[in-house]
Structure formats: C-alpha cells, structure tokens
C-alpha cells in the first residue's frame, strides 16, 4: 500500500476539481519545510564536548527547540552488557571505561563500518513516532515539531556521510578542539591515571585499522569548528550563539578573519590536481588582506604552477599518459627494494646458519623466505613512515607555493603574517614557514602529522605545546593554532544573505525573532519526485481550464 502525505492529497484535491487552486503549489510545499535540527559532535579526546553540547543544548532550549540527546556511548555499553558484544563488566571510571568503549565501537563498526549512525537514525525515527503518533502514515504526514536531535559523538567519517546522506541539510556536524595541556587536564580531573593518559590520547588519534576510530577524516566534514579553550563558560555560549544565529538566517553577521582567510586557502586547494589531496594555504597580512594564496601542484617553467590554461602544455601527473602519482611509484619502488634487501639477507642467514649447524636447522628449509619477505617489508610500509614519505612528490606543498608566489610576483612580506592551510603543515613546510617570519598558522587537522615540533620546538609551538623558553624567545615563535568558526564548506550557505537585509519601506536592518526563524537553508519533508509529479499535474490542470475558458495558452 502507497502512503500518501499530506502534500500530495493536498495537490490532488486541488487538481481534480474539490478544491479550489487559489495556492500555487510553491505555497503547499514551502509548509513542508523541516523544523527539526540534527546536530553531531567530534572531537578528541579530552577537548570538553560535553561543557560545549550543554551550552548548546540551553541556546537550542531557549530558541524553542525540545532538545532530545543520542549519547553513542549509552549504546555501546548496552551492546556490551546486552549480548550483542561479547559481554563483560563495564568499567565505569578511569581509563579502563575509555578503552572499553573505543575497542567496543570498533568491533560494532567491524558489522558495518557506519552501525552506530544507523542506531542513531533509529532513536531519531523512534522519539520522533513518540511524539506524533504510533502509525508510520501519522510520522511521515505530521510536519514535526521544532526539535533539536543532538547526537554525542562519532568517531568515523563514514558515520558522518550516513547522516548527512539521510537528512541532507538539518544535519550538521560540529567539530570540538582543545590544547593538549587541556584535555590532560581534563582527563586528570576524571580521575584518569597519569600514566595512562599519553596512552589514551594515542590509542584515539592513531588506529590504522579501517574500522576503528578515523577523527581526522571525520573531523574534516565538520560544519563548525569550536575550539573549547575559553577561560570562562560565556565565552564558548557566545562562539555557540554565533553559530546558531547563522544556521538561522540571522542578519549582519559577517566572516571572521580566521574564516575568510581558511575559506580562501580552501578555494585555492580546489584548483590542485594532484593525485594524493588538493590542499590549499593563504596568507594574510596584518590588516586582514589576503597577499598569497597557494595550493599543491607541479610547478611550470618559468614560475607558477600548472593549470588549466596551460592546456596541451599541461604536464601535471594526471595528465600525463600513465596518469600515475610519481610519489606512490617511488615509495612502492622503494618498497620492493626494501622487500629484496630482506630476502637477500633472510636467505643469507638462514644458508649460514645450516651451514655451521647442519641438520639441526633443516627446519629453515621449509620456510616460505618470499613470503616471509614480502609480509616484513608491507608491514614497514604501513607502519613505519615508509608510506608517508613525500619526497618524491612533483608537487610543491600549498604552503610553499604561498611563500613563494609573494617571491614570484611580490605584493607584500611574509613578517608576522598569518597563514591558513586546510591540512598541518610537513615539517619541510614548517622550517619554511618559520624562515619566513610567519607569526601564525591556522590548520584544520585534529592532530600534528609532522615531525615539526619534534625537529622545530625551539622555533615553534603547537596549540600551546613547545620546548620552554625565555619570554622574548617565546614571543618569536610561530603559533600552530586550530582553526575556529564556520567550516570552508558552509561558508556561501552560512554568510550568503537568506533574504531581503533591509525593510523596503524602512530602510531599517530585518531582523529575525529567534524562537520563529526557520534554519537559512531549508531541508523538505517529502521526496522531489512527489513534489514532481504533483506539480506537473497542477500545471496541467490549470493549461486545461485555460483551454476551457477559450483563453490561448501554451501548451
């Protein structure tokens, strides 16, 4: 049996005659625009989430939404202790509660790599039919109420693209930084041992496994980023008001310079074409213009970087006829060399060894030496920095391409500028990056993926983490600080005006009341096709009174 919503019989009545077309359809559709948010955090361990969804949850209260929690840990240890996981005890305190909900999320994700957004999908669907109605036809007629859906936390992007694939535009993902000083703090304060803190922190920034814990690519499809260092509650509530007054349409908010200076890095990035990520960087001076941008690419004789415009005479990896990323091929080369040099030297051992000890070790005989070989030498490939290595790129990193264009073309210094680059600076950037004079970097990863605090921390501090200095050494090092504000991916939604800015009677400046504004950018309740199909049927019905009626029309 078809379910039929209340749009469509709305749209029917009008078309076959029982009621009157005094709305256009456009009317009838804009009613079945969605009241409901679906917020999601992430972030690291330790950054404080829960000081930033409480905050959230009393400006959402406050704008009239009935704010309705999912917390993804509840359900892991349900799962546990329910027998959908092997069950066991569950701890309660220390660290012990962090490592068994991280090793049980991971097992959950080995089922379906996106199973825990799916639980979350299921609570929204289930509180919203407690809400309306016990019958599927009352949940997906009825237009919800204003509710705000706030789901604590993911850990995965492919979690991310699920939600966002299901509700499109009410959902956003907001993306919760801290220094590191101030989640160790934060976890002391839990009561986690001190020891064992250095041991959470790594074991959440760093699973290679595809079905444990991703946050740098979740993290990276963030909508808003927050970063929860503030002295003070207010502080955060009031980065939190901002946030909310943009989803909302509020008039006269206006990019910040972290904001603008990211979204340009970010616009710059998209014309890279290189194989391994487009990355983009700015620079800005002191009074917030933007003097440089860069992005990673192969550069051109004569300076610059290839493009588009460069057509036949384009020689970028992916227009080459291998269409093959050269540092891959280098790093596989290097690979199997490594591969060679580990059989070579297995099967010199092992024959040296027989030799002196004879039958003793005829065992040696039956081992697999390629096998054995190729094992080792992918296993240093994936966990050494083998497979990180960069420097076979043709492509000059964003960052460089930055500085250098201020060289190339000239329009400003690079002393106390400010630098913007969607991902962390490599450490080769970084001695760049501090040569330059750059006072400070925004970046975007949650966490440090170079060595430059490690080779660079007399020159350098990363989100307050540095070797101790005297105070006028300290003053001269470079800030690497996260990025805070409006995400480079909702930034035409978010600073875009929503409608008129200005009464036009007035002149005076539109204001919104909060607690009745529908979000800036709308999410529908039904499918396109239905919205299709009976459009295109009122359309007829109205050409065909035309006709009736003896009046021309098009057909």
Avoid: W
């Avoid at 535009?169 to 001190?194: D, M, Q």
């Avoid at 959470?200 to 970063?227: H, N, P, S, Y």
Wanted: proline content about 3%; some cysteine.
């Amino acid at each position: 049996m078809t379910i039929m919503t209340a749009v469509e019989r709305k749209l029917i009545a009008i078309s076959d005659g029982s009621e009157a077309p005094v709305r256009k359809p456009s009317e009838i559709i804009s009613e079945r625009r969605s009241k409901e948010l679906i917020i999601a955090f992430a972030g690291p361990i330790g950054s404080g989430i829960n000081s930033v969804k409480t905050s959230l949850e009393t400006i959402l209260s406050n704008a009239g939404y009935d704010v309705k929690n999912i917390k993804i840990s509840d359900y892991i240890r349900d799962c546990i202790s329910g027998g959908l996981l092997r069950k066991a005890e569950i701890h309660t305190a220390g660290a012990e509660r962090y490592i068994q909900l991280q090793d049980a999320g991971n097992e959950l994700r080995k089922i379906q790599s996106d199973f825990l957004a799916e639980h979350a999908i299921r609570r929204i669907a289930e509180i919203r039919t407690e809400r309306i109605g016990s019958t599927v036809a009352d949940t997906i007629d009825a237009v919800p109420d204003r509710t705000a859906y706030i789901i604590d936390q993911l850990k995965h992007h492919e979690e991310v693209a699920l939600l966002r694939a299901v509700y499109g535009n009410l959902f956003y993902l907001f993306g919760v930084f801290s220094t590191s000083p101030r989640r160790e703090g934060r976890l002391k304060a839990e009561g986690i041992e001190p020891n064992r803190i250095s041991e959470l922190i790594e074991r959440d920034r760093r699973q290679k496994d595809r079905f444990g814990q991703q946050l740098d690519k979740a993290l990276q499809l963030a909508d808003f980023f927050v970063r929860n260092d503030h002295s003070n509650v207010e502080a955060l509530e009031k980065q939190l008001k901002r946030f909310a007054d943009l989803i909302h349409g509020a008039n006269g908010i206006t990019p910040t310079r972290e904001e603008y200076g990211m979204y340009a890095a970010y616009a710059s990035g998209l014309r890279s074409a290189c194989l391994s990520r487009q990355v983009g960087a700015s620079i800005m001076n002191l009074d917030g213009a933007i003097i440089s941008t860069g992005r990673n690419d192969v550069p051109k004789p004569g300076g610059g970087l290839y493009g588009p415009e460069c057509e036949s005479n384009d020689a970028r990896c992916v227009k080459q006829e291998e269409a093959i990323c050269h540092n891959d091929r280098r790093k596989l080369m290097l690979a199997k060399e490594v591969k060679d040099v580990i059989r070579k030297g297995l099967s010199k051992h092992f024959k040296q060894i027989k030799e002196e000890r004879n039958e003793k070790f005829a065992v040696l005989d039956e081992l697999d030496i390629p096998l054995i070989s190729e094992k080792l030498a992918s296993d240093a490939y994936e966990e050494t920095r083998l497979g990180g290595l960069i420097e076979f790129s043709r492509s000059i990193h964003a960052e460089m391409d930055a500085i250098v264009s201020l060289a190339l073309k000239g329009g400003g210094g690079t002393k106390d500028a400010v630098l913007f680059t969607y991902t962390f600076p490599c450490h080769n950037c970084a001695r760049h990056i501090v040569a330059a004079g750059i006072k400070t970097v925004y970046f975007l990863e949650p966490y440090e993926k170079s060595l430059a605090l490690e080779l660079h921390s007399d020159a350098i501090s990363i989100d307050g983490v540095g070797e101790a200095l005297e105070d006028d050494a300290e003053s001269r090092r470079v800030r690497f600080l996260h990025f805070q504000g409006v995400a480079p991916r909702q930034y035409l939604n978010m600073f875009s005006p929503a409608g008129e800015r200005k009464e036009s009677s007035t002149g005076k400046a539109v204001k919104i009341n909060f607690r009745d504004a529908d979000k800036k950018v709308p999410e529908y309740l039904d499918d396109y096709r239905q919205y299709e199909k009976k459009v295109v049927e009122h359309l007829v019905k109205v050409i065909s009174d035309l006709k009736d009626k003896g009046l021309s029309s098009p057909t």
